[in-house]
């Protein structure tokens, strides 16, 4: 069992910027994958951005690439989500997930996921 929780959300104007961070329970931290994840009121929960347990590997939504950077710290068993140039549209809240094993895109491969932390983008 994994517990996580987010913390780091807020409210920031447009051009700004936020870190995200996920506190992971457990002592095999570096054996799960982890994602980022966000839904926006009235829209589905989509995908984010996401890393490797090495750390080696991440992947992004294209509506981030570029602004946003995922990182982990094994040692202090959390991960991070970098949030720069934000736009209105980044309003949401923000999910972090775990998978056990390799690197997933798809929400239903993960097995793990915290309460989410509220992100306001204002215009």
């Known amino acids: 069992q994994v517990q996580l929780v987010e913390s780091g959300g807020g409210l920031v104007q447009a051009g700004g910027s936020l870190r995200l961070s996920c506190a992971a329970s457990?002592?095999?931290?570096?054996?799960?994958?982890m994602g980022w994840f966000r839904q926006a009121p009235g829209k589905e929960r989509e995908f984010v951005a996401a890393?490797?347990?090495?750390?080696?590997?991440?992947y992004y939504a294209d509506s981030v690439k570029g602004r946003f950077t995922i990182s982990r710290d094994n040692a202090r068993n959390t991960v991070y989500l970098q949030m720069n140039s934000l736009k209105p549209e980044d309003t949401a809240v923000y999910y972090c997930?775990?998978?056990?094993?390799?690197?997933?895109?798809?929400?239903?491969?993960?097995?793990?996921w915290g309460q989410g932390t509220q992100v306001t983008v204002s215009s």
């Open positions: 890393i490797s347990g090495s750390g080696g590997n991440t």
């Open positions: 997930a775990a998978n056990w094993g390799t690197l997933k895109v798809a929400l239903h491969e993960y097995d793990y």
């Open positions: 457990g002592r095999t931290f570096s054996f799960y994958a």
